[in-house]
């Protein structure tokens, strides 16, 4: 994940130190723009250059998945909002029929499961 805090657009090259590594997906988000999709970036011998938009969080995430490795390191940093944009974009939390509280929601990607609080405030 990479921040653009200025205002404009900047070039950037990435190298990865895994050979394996040939083509990442581009998500973004930014000021004036929700998450989106923006594609698949191809590597050349394993780098690739991209320009960041102003005000702008990108993701990067490897097409290629490796059996047996798994991260040594597994992390989801408590719930606020996108320092952008205040709106949630890819979860919908409706609490119009709950009260007020500690409620837990949980996360799991293959084997992994992640859960955290999050207080609802009416």
Request: hydrophobic share 35%; aromatic share 12%; no cysteine.
């Amino acid at each position: 994940m990479v921040i653009n805090i200025s205002t404009s657009p900047k070039s950037q090259t990435f190298t990865f130190s895994n050979d394996s590594v040939a083509h990442v997906m581009r998500y973004t988000t930014a000021e004036t723009k929700n998450l989106s999709y923006d594609g698949i970036i191809d590597l050349a011998d394993s780098s690739f250059t991209t320009t960041l938009e102003g005000k702008g969080i990108t993701t990067f995430i490897s097409t290629e998945v490796s059996s047996g490795i798994k991260p040594l390191f597994s992390s989801v940093p408590q719930n606020y909002p996108n320092p952008f944009n205040p709106v949630p974009h890819t979860v919908r939390f409706d609490g119009a029929n709950l009260t007020s509280g500690i409620y837990f929601y949980k996360l799991q990607a293959a084997d992994q499961v992640i859960t955290r609080k999050m207080m609802f405030i009416k």
